[in-house]
């Protein structure tokens, strides 16, 4: 997904990718996110796992980044949602 795909989406559109690959231009994402073309993205795949300070999604207004918790414990998995949660209500 980069900035020309993205530029056939609707306004306003929401973005998960829960995808094991890389499959959003980060930058481009940003762009969007930044202009309000895509309201809201949900991600729990970055370009480089673990994420780098200088990503910049990290920065990015409305932008909900979620750790892969594949072989976490459960008491960890609940922890972070009760997180997310959090910060979202």
């Known amino acids: 997904m980069n900035k020309n795909s ?9 973005l998960l990718n829960s995808a ?7 930058e481009d994402l940003k762009d969007a ?7 809201v993205a949900t991600l729990d795949v970055v370009s ?5 300070a200088d990503n910049p999604l990290l920065k990015t207004p409305n932008t909900i ?6 072989r976490s414990t459960k ?9 997310v949660y959090t ?3």
């Open 48 to 52: 480089t796992e673990p994420i780098c």
């Open 87 to 89: 910060r979202l209500f």
């Open 6 to 14: 993205i530029a056939k989406m609707k306004n306003g559109v929401l």
């Open 75 to 83: 008491e960890a998995k609940e922890n972070l949602m009760n997180t």
């Open 20 to 26: 094991r690959s890389l499959l959003i231009v980060e």
């Open 33 to 39: 996110l930044e202009s309000g073309k895509i309201s």
């Open 65 to 70: 980044l979620i750790p892969r918790m594949v």
